[in-house]
């Protein structure tokens, strides 16, 4: 999960500095790396959410808990 793992890591830190597109767009590519990696597609949600692009956000989470249960 190393590349994976950058790249949720770097939308963390976009998230964190309010820049949510950049934060989705890394998640995104973690995504692409490994498509069952739901911490990113939680955290996918969550800038989704902020964006009000709410049922994207509900689509991320509900395949989140589908990969973690």
Do not use: S, T
Not at 12 to 35: H, M, S, T, W
Not at 38 to 56: P, S, T
């Amino acid at each position: 999960m190393g590349a994976a793992k950058e790249w949720y890591d770097k939308g963390v830190a976009f998230g964190n500095l309010g820049k949510l597109q950049e934060a989705i767009d890394c998640y995104d590519r973690a995504l692409e790396i490994d498509p069952r990696y739901a911490k990113a597609l939680h955290n996918k949600a969550v800038a989704l959410n902020k964006l009000g692009r709410h049922n994207e956000a509900v689509e991320c989470l509900d395949k989140a808990k589908e990969i973690d249960h």
